[in-house]
Every structure is written in structure tokens, then in C-alpha cells.
């Protein structure tokens, strides 16, 4: 998938989050990892927006620290791909 598609969907769920419209959010978030698992945006996005209606608040936080782990000590995105895979089960 072209890496452009990716970037459309994480916009478009940029666009819904600063309306308020979470849900929509979400969702676009989660087409671009089903589409490209190593995107970072959308996986920080899309446990942003789930942290900000406070669904599955715990797995969010988890998620941001997998992220902020991955960018200090340059962890392969092939584990981080891993913890998408189970996120979007």
C-alpha cells in the first residue's frame, strides 16, 4: 500500500479528532495501521484518541510507552508491528 494512503487516513483522522468526532477518529486510525503497521503516527494517534474518551485507557498508555521505548533505544518496528497485530484483534 502506497505510503500516501497512510498518510490520507491518519490526516482524515487528524481532521475528525479536532472536531470532537473520536469514534471517526479512531477509525481512520485504524485503517491506516491495518494498512501500514509500521506507521508511527497513526499508532500514536490512535492511542491518543482512545486515551481521550478513555477506552481501554491502560492498553493506550502502553502503547505511548512501547512508542517512546521504540524512539530511545531504536527498537525494531518488526515488535512494534507485533503489539499493533494484538491491538487490532
Given at each position: 500500500m502506497p505510503a500516501?494512503?497512510?498518510?490520507?487516513?491518519?490526516?482524515?483522522?487528524?481532521?475528525?479528532?479536532?472536531?470532537?468526532?473520536?469514534?471517526?477518529?479512531?477509525?481512520?486510525?485504524?485503517?491506516?495501521?491495518?494498512?501500514?503497521s509500521s506507521c508511527?503516527?497513526?499508532?500514536?494517534?490512535?492511542?491518543?484518541?482512545?486515551?481521550?474518551?478513555?477506552?481501554?485507557?491502560?492498553?493506550?498508555?502502553?502503547?505511548?510507552?512501547?512508542?517512546?521505548?521504540?524512539?530511545?533505544?531504536?527498537?525494531?518496528?518488526?515488535?512494534?508491528?507485533?503489539?499493533?497485530?494484538?491491538?487490532?484483534t
Open positions: 500516501s494512503v497512510c498518510v490520507a487516513l491518519v490526516n482524515k483522522g487528524n481532521v475528525m479528532y479536532n472536531r470532537g468526532d473520536f469514534e471517526k477518529a479512531r477509525e481512520f486510525y485504524r485503517e491506516a495501521l491495518q494498512n501500514d508511527v503516527e497513526a499508532l500514536y494517534n490512535f492511542g491518543t484518541v482512545i486515551l481521550s474518551v478513555c477506552h481501554h485507557g491502560r492498553l493506550s498508555l502502553d502503547i505511548n510507552y512501547k512508542l517512546i521505548c521504540m524512539q530511545s533505544t531504536k527498537l525494531s518496528l518488526f515488535k512494534l508491528k507485533r503489539h499493533v497485530a494484538v491491538l487490532l
